[in-house]
């Protein structure tokens, strides 16, 4: 695996798309080291000094420029929203692709992608490499309204079937990921489940996965300071392969980790001694 | 003044410029209760390689760092603060984002002394820059037997014991706000430590930081490092530490002080340096080396870049 | 708590919200040598208005900002820090901006108090704001001196003692880091200031805050402001104050170590508050009350948005 | 006198000329209540604290908008380059007009204005107001260069007789103020001598019109943290007309003061205990 890259790079396209600003960003080198499941780190608005995380949504070539990242961002709060506002031509210090990426299957299973909100970002492009590798791709997207429901029509491009909640009911079955999960995993056959959203919903496919008999790979989003391993600041609470409860770094050795080995209960208040 | 000694050390491998932090000829060592001489009987020498040093906690595991080209250039590498057992750190959150600074709380975690010694020093000591393993505890035999196996390690340059732990009470640790704490650590430590420099990063608080140095320097620390964290409290009320650009003039002004009241010990500075201008006002005061901590977390490449600038 | 006290006090001009600050009557006042009882023979009480103050220093004259609209609905003015005899102030460059702060050094300029009271307090006590005299000198007879006169002058409402500039001593101003002295400081100002209650503002030192908010209560103080300058530097190494939105955290830990170790005291909270989403911090920490400096500074009209923002 | 305001303007036009950056701003109120020698308190880059002062160069009426600022800014530090790259649309904190304007005379007398560098701004308007009072306008204008010689083509609208000065003779008398306004005063016959530039530059000014008898009003720039009297950080050492040595603020009971009344040889350490 390639080293990430601390680099500026450069808004060449934003477009409101509902409650997203998808921007597209060069960035030499990071969108050439991309795999589902990483995120780059930004830097926003001069002085602060906290990154933001963003999930990549993709690498599409631009012309003149080579590989351009696809990056998705829901306005929450000032770092977001100065990045859903940047004018074309905005530099931007970003760091990636971060993180460990979705593990692939070696054999052709079927899998099942759960993504809920501006998360599902990452499990387009992993659909993509998932059927390279002649995997069977069931698609479940979530949100809690159509304005927050990413590429609704790109899903039926990607997969062999799609499942879509809202919690509105605005488009698709009205519901949660909880409340369908364990019907669209048992539907599709899934050997892996692949899952990005809030916690509770990675909480409720990783015990839905349990219960299935199907491994789960869930990406999980804790507050970051630095994105890249060196404050310690993002706690994730696991049972390690030696069966050893310990504390990881969501960035490091996150944010993709098995939906098993997660200590999900403890997520809430995560790095309490154990 | 101490910035480019002429007696001692090993040679570095990385060219001409390189600090190493002693106490100063200049000024009749005070031999004091604690006091040690080095192995050739002088002064004790600590090689900082180049006045750019990675603060402790803020370079992950070195490796990181690595990855992104952040330690190209630098003089030495400062551990996160290490404690004999493995640690999981605190709850979450741990940091919040203020004006100019992130407030910390994170709980020192950590792998543990031998875990550290068998998976990560090792590949560190390989590095170009020169480590200092940062130390803390939560009793002073607990530093002492730290430094003791320390001592043994190959390949360490230094050891840093951690003074200036803001929030210490909070997560265990040896509450050493009282200088004359402090200096009983600093004895244990510099007892176990054999012949590898102590240096002593004591609190930043600008009415008894030179008393905290003056206290650190009789119990045999080589040196000081001067502006951790200001004590702060987390957006819930939690006891943290204030890092970043925001406390900088703060640090600057606590390394005049201890400066004007001991001329001859070395001070390494630190607190929210980022620019070249900003280490250059910190080596102006009068310090030797300068540690770079929150400004890495910003940009991994910050110290890479402040050692090309000051080259 | 004593955010909305229902005894005592004169009525308000301006609507139902005011803040008091009283010795709380939850607690057992401790008489202590130095205490003393208020005209009614309770509490003694201080009337903000409300729990938007301008901070001592950053407000003028008060006709400033009155001409700019910043002054309205606010709860109380604090004046400069005023001396017995009038100071021409510090030598330029007085001010340096820092990261999200302002380092500074005026040497509290001023007219005199004969002046004062001659010239701006007269207009001053006409506002709407309640008026609040602070006041500091180079000895404890000279505070004395200055309570003495100002308990005669119609309509201030109280006095606060600035026992937290970090420059005193290159001033030529009395030197109360030590928390005896600010004590023996507030038992003078207390005695001569009859029954004009007198708030203490206390170093904003994390470690000695609450000793000194005891000590200074005790002595007779109606309650203590927290969170003013930190000791810093200048850029040319000057000693000098730290204030604005990079000293926020470290001041809401000290509103935090005085309300935890003295329940009963009121506290005013000050340091870097810019937005009402910062104030509400403070009063959540316990604070009666709030001060505004620095952000005047960089907007005339942030204390009247923030009153404006709280009612 | 009308109080300043402080509101929130917009840059409506941003022209580079030689080595400054012409700003039109429109901030409903400050225009109307400009006098010339006053000036505005601009907040730069989100956020640094300490604000930046600009002399109003004039009030130029913009269709649509009404009365707009015209700014000069020459790009020496970070707030100024800020400012002088700022898109049209910016909108900008501003205070002002601030401090005290040039006391215009009462009877129609001759005058000489000069000005150096950016600080020339000022002097436009003023001689426009000197002129309608039936006053003789002659002006000096210097400058490091020709770049950043302010507006030499309007000073021959606006002045009777115009010298120019340059440091390294690029256009104009290869000279500096101080070379040349001993001789320029005493052509003009002027009675009140205006002057904006460097201390240097005024203090030779003020020593030039003491000598001829003449009244002299200089418009000081220090370093301003607030520029609205609030913060005691713009020390200007002067004589107050009781004849006893004072500090002043210059931002507020300056920048415009009477050239004898100013301590200038302890400019340099203003504040010092006099
Ligand atoms: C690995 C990773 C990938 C991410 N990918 C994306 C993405 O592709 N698009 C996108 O819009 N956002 C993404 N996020 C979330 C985004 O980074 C945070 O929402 C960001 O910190 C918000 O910054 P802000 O300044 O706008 O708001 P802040 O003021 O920081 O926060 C706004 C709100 O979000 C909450 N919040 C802060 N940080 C996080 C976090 N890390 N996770 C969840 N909630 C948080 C806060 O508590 C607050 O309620 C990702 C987060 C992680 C950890
Ligand atoms: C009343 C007044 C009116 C002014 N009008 C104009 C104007 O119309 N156009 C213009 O371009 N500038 C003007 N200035 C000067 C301008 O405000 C300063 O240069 C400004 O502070 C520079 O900010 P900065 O962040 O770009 O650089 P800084 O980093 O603040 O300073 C850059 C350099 O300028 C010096 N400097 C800083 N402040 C001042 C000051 N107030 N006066 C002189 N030197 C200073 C610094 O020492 C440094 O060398 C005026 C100043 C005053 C006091
Ligand atoms: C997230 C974080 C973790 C830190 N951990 C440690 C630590 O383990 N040991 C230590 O001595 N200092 C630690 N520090 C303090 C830094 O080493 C440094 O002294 C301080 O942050 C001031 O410098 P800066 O402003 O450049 O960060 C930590 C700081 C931060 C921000
Ligand atoms: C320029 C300046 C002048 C000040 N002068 C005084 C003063 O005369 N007396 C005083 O008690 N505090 C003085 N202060 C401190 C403020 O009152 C306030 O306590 C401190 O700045 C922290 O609050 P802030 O960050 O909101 O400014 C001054 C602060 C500044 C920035
Ligand atoms: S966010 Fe800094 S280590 Fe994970
Ligand atoms: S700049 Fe603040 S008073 Fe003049």
Known sequence: MKSP??????????????????LTVVAPGVAERFRPGTFVAVSVDGTRLARRALWVHGVKPVGGYGPALQLVVEPVGPGTRWLAERPVGTRLELTGPLGRAFALPKEPVATLLVGEGYAAAPLYPLAERLRERGCAVSLLVAAPDERRLLSALEARRVARAVTVVTADGSVGRRGSVADVVAGVLAQSAAEVVYAAGPVPTLHAVAAAAEQAGAWSQTAVEQP??????LCHGCPLPVVGEDGVARVVRA????????????RWDELAGAGEPS | M???????????????????VHRGAGRARRPGPLGRAGRGGGAVVIDLGNPVVVAAGCGGTGRELAALGGLEGIGAFTTRSLTLNARSGGPAPRIAETASGLV?????????????????????VQQPPRVVVSITGASVAEHAEVAR??????????????????????????????????????????????????????????????????VVTDAGAAGVVVGGPQAAALPDGRPAGLSGPAVRPLALRCVTEVRAALPGVPVVGGGGITTAEDARAFLDAGAVAVQVGTALLHDPTAAARLAAALA
């Open chain 1, 251 to 262: 960035c490091t050795e996150g944010p993709v980790v098995r939906g098993d080995r997660v």
């Open chain 2, 149 to 214: 196996r320390l001592a043994r390690a190959p390949g360490v340059r230094g050891i840093e014991v951690n003074l200036a732990v803001p929030d210490a009470r909070a997560h265990g640790l040896l509450d050493v706000r009282e200088p004359f704490h402090a200096a009983n650590v600093v004895a244990a430590v510099v007892r176990e430590a054999q012949d590898l420099p102590v240096l002593a990063k004591v609190r930043a608080d600008v009415l008894r930081v030179a008393e905290s140095a003056r």
């Open chain 1, 5 to 22: 890259l601390h680099t500026t790079g450069e808004v060449l396209a934003s477009k409101r798309v509902g409650a997203f600003q998808h």
């Open chain 2, 2 to 20: 101490p910035r480019l000694p002429a007696a001692g050390g090993r040679r570095g491998r990385r060219g001409p410029r390189r600090t190493r």
């Open chain 1, 224 to 229: 970051l300071a630095c994105g890249t391993g």
């Open chain 2, 104 to 124: 910390h709380s994170t709980g020192l975690p950590g792998p543990g002394l031998e875990m550290f010694l068998a998976t990560e020093l090792p590949w560190l």
